[in-house]
């Protein structure tokens, strides 16, 4: 695999067979909690559509001799709201946690402005303070899933998911952190990274980050239903709560 192309096919094929796969877990999982699934599988339906734009140059267009691919900030402004999202209701159940909304407007409003400002910096040649922006959002968004939803999610939450949260949140934040680092190190920014190694890079991180997030948690629903037994009509994650 050395060129471009391939690693945008590898993620085409990536985004679709997770969806695939995300479609056949939901039919495992209990009715009530098939939310959770619907939310991955629609995470991942979009960026097969992204991929696909990326594959055809769909959305592509040059500034200042650098290539712009914009399929991909389209595909970030709608599905990592979501991802968030997906995150938050596994660690806040509803009707317990009085919270929940304002923590998903709050996150959501971070995470949409966090994208825009990411590409205003890729679109402008003045960069570096639309890059910081966009940076200080990323902190402010661990800062509630580590400190405010933690803390809330601890409180109205039983022990069983605040560990599951605990590890998926680790797990998104680990491969969200490296996304700036691979706009710093791109063309986007000081140029060290060849088009082909950020695409590759990027490709590994989707992937991860989608389908093997929502497959990730999906199992986690999935484990917990067993070991807590939830009442018909009653979702697993307000079934583990307090
Ligand atoms: C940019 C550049 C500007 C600085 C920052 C960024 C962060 C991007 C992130 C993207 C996450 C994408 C995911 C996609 C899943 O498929 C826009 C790269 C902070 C965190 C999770």
């Not at 050395?2 to 009715?31: C, E, H, P, Q």
């Not at 590409?119 to 400190?147: E, G, H, R």
């Not at 022990?159 to 691979?182: C, D, E, G, Q």
């Amino acid at each position: 695999m050395n060129t471009s192309m391939d690693w945008l096919n590898i993620g085409l094929w990536g985004m679709i067979i997770g969806t695939v796969a995300i479609v056949l877990f939901s039919s495992t999982l209990r009715k009530e909690d098939r939310h959770h699934a619907y939310l991955a599988g629609w995470i991942t339906l979009i960026a097969s559509t992204s991929y696909y734009a990326l594959t055809v140059g769909f959305g592509d267009f040059t500034i200042n001799g650098q290539v712009v691919q914009v399929a991909r900030y389209a595909d970030w402004i709608i599905t990592t709201p979501l991802l968030l999202a997906s995150l938050i209701l596994v660690a806040l159940p509803k009707n317990k946690s009085k919270e929940r909304t304002s923590i998903l407007t709050g996150i959501i409003g971070l995470d949409v402005f966090m994208i825009a400002t990411g590409l205003f910096a890729t679109l402008t040649t003045n960069k570096w303070p639309w890059y910081i922006f966009s940076c200080v959002a990323l902190v402010l968004i661990a800062y509630m899933l580590y400190v405010v939803v933690l803390d809330e999610s601890k409180k109205v939450a039983g022990k069983k998911i605040v560990k599951i949260y605990t590890s998926l949140a680790m797990f998104l934040s680990v491969l969200w952190l490296a996304y700036p680092a691979v706009w710093y190190l791109a063309g986007s920014g000081v140029g060290t990274l060849t088009t082909q190694t950020e695409n590759a890079i990027y490709t590994v991180l989707d992937v991860t980050a989608k389908a093997g997030f929502g497959l990730l948690l999906l199992a986690s629903i999935k484990s917990l239903a067993v070991s807590v037994k939830p009442k018909d009509g009653v979702s697993t994650v307000e079934a583990a709560s307090k």
